[in-house]
């Protein structure tokens, strides 16, 4: 600390994946967001099967074969009450970390994984339809808390020169749990009438992994020290994380944080919303996470053997197109992982969105001549195949780092509950009106999907500034130009006090 109030900036040293940060980073990502991909997919191979079942059960109970319409509706249920749940769970985000802390909640979340794990299994013997309908909103809510939950927790616990590559992890272990869902939903493995509740109750198992292991790792030091007051757990916890006992640096970063933002307490969403200095960074969040959810992915996902059968492609080979598709996936998301420090946030963003708005009109364009040209039909799986690589390359990963990034301590919780409640309402959407836009417009609903890829484009380009090696009290500054707020730097270029007129609405910064 020097005279006058001026801040003295401690030397920071550069952080580097310990095996304590790495076993953090894998136990969490495996137990939580592994689970969020592996029930996107499971229900796609063994669809078949399970609507059979449906019929027999409702032929049993009732005495009559199902009508068409009812069936569609059962199944259509059965698919968008994941996406619901997983609303249901965003909007459980903020008060959970807030109370039980960022490792807490996925331990808690847990329950919501293993108790629709045994439902799902036993849903066969027990002869009940219902029971599958209930469980994918239940493990909904387990996702949409996982999926805002881990790149907080992660982001808080990683050094900012690997805040980016450790943010990637968790949708590396989203594509992960689509591919191992895609990989068993084989005919001959797990996908056929005697295997796929043990296919639907496997989910389970990686819950019950992290329920054992990750107790034994550190809590968010930045939740420690900034939310509980305690810097004693705080200072040990990152000495084990960064692998040396001089963590100084980064304790007075949080230091200014804890009394920049002790006006303000935890925000809520309402706060949120009402604050002018965080305006800009909001609205990012929800186009980013309408653009990722509204770009047609989980279309692709979701009903990727009826985008195949309609591209032509024989029927005992859809199975394998599909596993290939999901191994580019995560073979693309592990290149993010390696990359995204190098290039930069915005600069993947932009590319993948790009990518992905071209490969839609081709889509487009493929699918209206297959029937006229003989090898359209690998034209079209291309296409699908060019979309997933833009897609994981930025718009899948990207926005769960940005928005980590954004907010500083006191807002991230209720910023990830916006982010994910536009996460899962938007994807919940696809879910539902997909199979109609695909009845109603055909192969031109991908024209629509391609419109919103440019228009989130075209807001990155103009709005989202580049955030890699900036710590979270820099990229609130780099914000207030465009927020119109006064955010006065000293020493160390971190922000030292606002103006008078500007903390009514932006966040205030106590001088030291």
């Known amino acids: 600390m020097a005279e006058h109030g001026e801040w003295v900036k401690p030397v920071e040293r550069r952080g580097r994946l310990t095996a304590v940060l790495a076993m953090a980073t894998l136990i969490s990502a495996f137990g939580s967001s592994f689970q969020y991909g592996y029930n996107v997919a499971v229900v796609n191979s063994p669809s078949t099967f399970m609507q059979q079942f ?28 994941y996406p619901l749940g997983g609303f249901f769970g965003s909007l459980m985000v903020a008060p959970l970390v807030n109370k039980l802390g960022r490792k807490g909640t996925l331990l808690f979340n847990n329950i919501f994984s293993i108790v629709p794990a045994v439902m799902m299994g036993v849903s066969e013997i027990a002869k009940s339809y219902e029971i599958i309908i209930v469980a994918r909103f239940i493990v909904g809510i387990c996702a949409g ?3 805002n939950v881990v790149p907080m927790y992660l982001g808080e616990l990683s050094p900012k020169n690997l805040r980016g590559a450790l943010g990637i992890v968790p949708q590396l272990f989203i594509t992960i749990g689509i591919l191992s869902a895609q990989v068993l939903g084989i005919r001959s493995i797990l996908g056929n009438n005697t295997g796929w509740t043990l296919m639907l109750g496997l989910t389970g198992i990686p819950a019950l992994i992290e329920l054992l292991l990750l107790p034994f790792f550190p809590e968010s030091p930045r939740y420690m020290l900034i939310q509980k007051g305690d810097e004693d757990t705080a200072k040990k916890a990152l000495q084990r994380l960064r692998g040396w006992n001089d963590v100084d640096a ?35 969040i929800i186009v980013m996470n309408m653009g990722q959810q509204l770009s047609g992915v989980n279309a692709i996902y979701y009903y990727a053997d009826s985008i195949y059968a309609g591209a032509g492609v024989q029927e005992n080979h859809i199975q394998y197109v599909t596993v290939g598709t999901g191994a580019v996936n995560v073979f693309m998301t592990i290149a993010a992982v390696f990359i995204v420090e190098a290039s930069g946030r915005r600069l993947l963003l932009l590319c993948g969105f790009g990518i992905c708005c071209g490969a839609c009109v081709l889509l487009t364009v493929a699918l209206n001549f297959q029937e006229s040209v003989t090898w359209m039909p690998y034209i079209s799986i291309t296409c699908v195949i060019i979309y997933v690589i833009g897609h994981a390359i930025g718009p899948s990963p990207i926005p769960y780092v940005v928005t ?28 539902l009106i997909f199979p109609f836009l695909e009845s109603g417009l ?3 609903s991908f024209i629509l999907f391609s419109i919103i890829c440019l228009v989130t484009l075209v807001y990155i380009w103009v709005v989202v500034p580049e955030t890699k090696n900036k710590t979270f009290l820099e990229i609130c500054q780099m914000f207030a130009k465009r927020n119109k ?5 000293g020493d160390g270029d971190l922000p030292l006090k606002e103006s008078k007129e500007s903390l009514e609405d932006a966040a ?4 030291f």
């Open 485 to 489: 707020v006064e955010i006065k730097l």
């Open 145 to 147: 808390l996982s999926s």
């Open 404 to 431: 980590t990034e954004m907010f500083r301590q006191s807002a991230r919780p209720a910023a990830f509950m916006v982010a994910g409640s536009v996460h899962w309402l938007s994807n919940f959407t696809v879910g």
């Open 54 to 81: 449906y019929n027999t059960t409702y032929m049993e109970r009732y005495g009559t074969q199902i009508e068409g319409n009812v069936l569609t509706l059962l199944w259509s249920l059965s698919v968008s009450m």
């Open 250 to 284: 980064e304790l007075s970063e949080m230091r200014l944080e804890e009394q920049s933002e002790r006006a303000e307490g935890h925000l809520s969403v309402l706060s949120l919303l009402s604050q002018r200095s965080l305006r800009w960074q909001l609205v990012s």
């Open 508 to 511: 205030k910064v106590t001088a």
């Open 442 to 444: 055909g192969s031109y």
